[in-house]
Every structure is written in C-alpha cells, then in structure tokens.
T-cell receptor, first 114, second 111 residues
C-alpha cells in the first residue's frame, strides 16, 4: 500500500507556464482533495471530488483546474502560473461514509513561480 | 464567519513538562473535529477525530478532548520526538469531507 503519492516533489515555473501536479491513491477512496499551504495560513481547500467524474470548487479555486476520470487519480492543473501560486500543495483522500473518515495526505509538492 | 483558531502559535517545553494546545471553532453544524501532526517537509499525519462534546481520545502521550466551542490536545510528559506542528481542522459540510484548518501550533520539546 503506497497510500497517497504526489509528483513532482519540487517544481520551479516561470510566470505564465502551465503544469499538472499528479496525485494518486491506492486505497479505493471515493473522496479526494487538493489543499495549498502558505506560511501563516492554514491549509486551504482548492478543489475536491466525491467520486470519478464529480468535482467541485473549494475555498481558493481560481487559477486551478481538476478532473477525476478514475477513482485512483486526481491531477491538479495550473493553467497560467502566477507568483501568487507559489506554495506547498497537498493531495488528500478518504472514504466518504457520512463524511466522518480521516483524510490521508500525500507528501506534498513544493512549487515556486518566478 | 466560520473560523478555526489555534493557540498558542508556538510552544517550547522541557522534556517531561506537560501542557495543552487549544483549538477554538465557530462553525455551525460541526460534523467532526480532527487533529493532525505535521513534521517539516512532510504531509499532515492523522491523530484523532472527535465527533461530539464530551468525547475524549488518547494515543500514547496525547489526549484530545472536545467541548461545544473548543478542543484541547493535552501532551503528557513530552519527548523531543513529539516536536512538530499540530493542526486542528473541522468538517461541517454535508455530503463531502472538506476540512477547514487552523494555522497550527508549532511545538518544540527540549531535551
């Protein structure tokens, strides 16, 4: 069981470039989510999914796209990177039974936009 | 406005010196309160879930409690390996497991 995996671990982008952060889980979890973590702020929800083919916006969705074609994968796309998107990004997953199950987090992707 | 506030921001303890971390919340319809531990450069690691006021959970030197407005994470006789940032989060949305996080308490335990 690998749990939640994320790639890449580090990435540097120039303003305006696009890229995809990968997230995969092998626990057959229905729920997957993306958070960003910035100094002095709590983790903030970007997008989430309650199952394959179903996605929705979280607290800070602007500038990001997601899709969920399989249960296992939930990639996060930056369409046109901006310095304000410099952050550490975490993917998480959980079962979705009454919404009470703990989320398992990946190791994170540290993104710098110059 | 829904809010989760953790205090203190940082805490330094001598090894063996017990203390408590606080998480206060102002959300309506709380479905669960979660405690996570985060080590530098790592993702958050799940510790506890609390669902209703009066509930308590323990794990080694950690004990989490919940009231209607706040939760405490009690650390008894801490060791240097307990040094980490402790995050509190609440779930309050029906139909999804979305979490709203506090900013965390950075704990340092000095040998």
């Amino acid at each position: 069981n690998a749990g939640v995996t994320q790639t890449p671990k580090f990435q540097v982008l120039k303003t305006g470039q696009s890229m995809t952060l990968q997230c995969a889980q092998d626990m057959n979890h229905e729920y997957m989510s993306w958070y960003r973590q910035d100094p002095g702020m709590g983790l903030r929800l970007i997008h989430y999914s309650v199952g394959a083919g179903i996605t929705d916006q979280g607290e800070v969705p602007n500038g990001y796209n997601v899709s969920r074609s399989t249960t296992e994968d939930f990639p996060l796309r930056l369409l046109s990177a901006a310095p304000s998107q410099t952050s550490v990004y975490f993917c998480a997953s959980s079962y979705l039974d009454m919404g009470f199950y703990e989320q398992y987090f990946g190791p994170g992707t540290r993104l710098t936009v110059t | 406005e829904d809010q989760v506030t953790q205090s203190p921001e940082a805490l330094r303890l001598q090894e063996g010196e017990s203390s408590s971390l606080n998480c206060s919340y102002t959300v309506s319809g709380l479905r669960g309160l979660f405690w996570y531990r985060q080590d530098p450069g790592k993702g958050p690691e799940f510790l506890f879930t609390l669902y209703s006021a009066g509930e308590e959970k323990e794990k080694e030197r950690l004990k989490a409690t919940l009231t209607k407005k706040e939760s405490f994470l009690h650390i008894t006789a801490p060791k240097p390996e307990d040094s980490a940032t402790y995050l509190c989060a609440v779930s309050y949305q029906t139909g999804a497991n979305n979490l709203f996080f506090g900013t965390g308490t950075r704990l340092t335990v000095i040998p």
